[in-house]
């Protein structure tokens, strides 16, 4: 793992949290179908050494490692160092970061340069509302466009359907802060910070732990306009 340690003092519960829970949390959220055909789609569409951002890409598994066996360089971000370590040693061939995703920026001393494509698989819900239009835009720069006759820019998003903003839950034993949207918000965030959305999967999904209803997950795939 590398680079400084770069988590928002509001954030540091959250980091907290995921670091304790890093271990279990691969158990608890298995057969991820949803995640994994979102993350084929995206190294299909790359061709090879494609340049790939995993933004909350937690332990590697299945996102940083499917992206590198698919022949892509990867680098991983995420809040939790806890999680980070568990990524270098799932995905030792991806180079993996400690950066807020608020924070991920291009350019500057602690930029991390430009991207072919970004996964981003349910990290937005980490977010407060104000703040993922933001995050989106960040996003938006940090990837190169296509070119004429090849693919590039494109963006694998997803987000838990769920009318929420900066609300308290119990997870996996600890407590975190989520936000999310239902779909027609969703897709009109998404498109006001610059996307277009190409495709769109939804799947239900309940976790391995019996006490947590089902989820509406639902999958953008999304290319830089």
């Given at each position: 793992m590398e680079g400084r340690q770069n988590?928002?003092?509001?954030r540091r519960g959250q980091a907290e949290?995921?670091?304790?829970?890093g271990r279990f949390y691969d158990d608890a959220f298995p057969?991820?179908?949803?995640?994994?055909?979102?993350g084929r789609r995206l190294a299909e569409a790359l061709p090879p050494g494609s340049r790939v951002l995993d933004a909350g890409c937690g332990t590697g598994l299945p996102t940083a490692r499917q992206l590198t066996e698919a022949g892509l360089t990867v680098l991983g971000t995420d809040i939790s160092a806890?999680?980070?370590?568990?990524a270098g040693k799932n995905v030792p061939a991806a180079e993996f970061r400690q950066i807020d995703i608020a924070d991920l920026r291009a350019d500057g001393p602690n930029g991390i340069g430009r991207?072919?494509?970004?996964?981003?698989?349910f990290s937005l819900l980490m977010l407060p509302r104000p703040e993922i239009p933001e995050a989106l835009r960040r996003l938006h720069?940090?990837?190169r466009p296509g070119t004429s006759g090849s693919e590039g820019g494109l963006l694998a998003l997803s987000m838990v359907e769920a009318d929420l903003d900066d609300a308290t839950i119990p997870?996996?034993?600890?407590?975190?802060?989520?936000?999310?949207y239902l779909g027609d918000e969703l897709r009109q965030v998404v498109r006001d910070t610059g996307f277009d959305i190409v495709d769109e999967t939804t799947y239900s999904y309940a976790p391995a732990s019996t006490d947590v209803p089902p989820e509406q997950q639902i999958f953008l795939h999304c290319r830089r306009g």
């Open positions: 988590v928002s003092v509001d949290a995921f670091d304790a829970i057969h991820k179908e949803g995640q994994l055909a979102a806890g999680m980070l370590e568990l991207f072919d494509g970004i996964a981003c698989f720069g940090l990837l997870f996996l034993g600890r407590t975190i802060r989520v936000s999310g």
